[in-house]
Every structure is written in C-alpha cells, then in structure tokens.
C-alpha cells in the first residue's frame, strides 16, 4: 500500500522559515516526479515546486528564491524549506508522487503564517 505523509507545518511569523517533508511507503520516491502544491483558504489548489525524476526543479513565482526542494533518497522522502514565509503562504501543503502512469497524494500538512 503506497503512502505519502507531509509533516513539518505549522504557524510561523513572516519572515519565519519551515520545513516540509514528504515520507513515502511503498514507493519509491527517487523514482518519482515529487510535485508540492497547496491549497489556501477558500481558494484552489495550487502548484508549488515540481521536481522531476531526473531533472531541475521549477517552481512558481511567487516561491523563486525563497522555497527549495530537495531529496533525502536515504529516508526515502522529499522535503520544501521554506524562507521568508509570507501570510500569502498560508495554506494546506501537499505532495504528490508521479510515476509510471500513476499518481499518489499525500493528506496535507497545514501552515499557518501570522503574526
């Protein structure tokens, strides 16, 4: 049974920093497109960071700078450090794994920004 777990969030002042990560079982995550997204309050959901397989990272605007993706292949998980978080970062975060045709969410983790 494939599991994905998104933990680290939680409320932050602006300008604070958090780390997410994304545990996975049964599956391999190093073998998979790791996208993060997010939903905020009564909107979307929303693509963060997409991290391919083999390949950069891209991430949307309003992250460049401030948010980095990067792989623990050891821990079999994939984490976002987040910088400068802003009261617009205020969301659920989830992570999805893509792979051979299929497709894994995890069930969020939220992150509160506030001061």
């Known amino acids: 049974q494939v599991q994905l777990v998104e933990s680290g969030g939680g409320l932050v002042q602006p300008g604070g920093s958090l780390r997410l990560s994304c545990a996975g079982s049964g599956i391999i995550l190093w073998l998979n497109s790791i996208t993060w997204y997010r939903q905020p309050p009564g909107k979307e959901r929303e693509l963060v960071a997409a991290?391919?397989?083999?390949?950069?990272?891209n991430y949307t605007d309003s992250v460049k700078g401030r948010f980095t993706v990067s792989r623990d292949n050891d821990k079999n998980a994939v984490h976002l450090q987040m910088n400068n978080l802003k009261p617009e970062d205020t969301a659920v975060y989830y992570c999805?794994?893509?792979?051979?045709?299929?497709?894994?969410w995890g069930k969020g983790t939220l992150v509160i920004v506030s001061s």
């Open positions: 999805n794994a893509y792979g051979y045709g299929t497709s894994y």
């Open positions: 991290s391919p397989a083999i390949g950069t990272t």
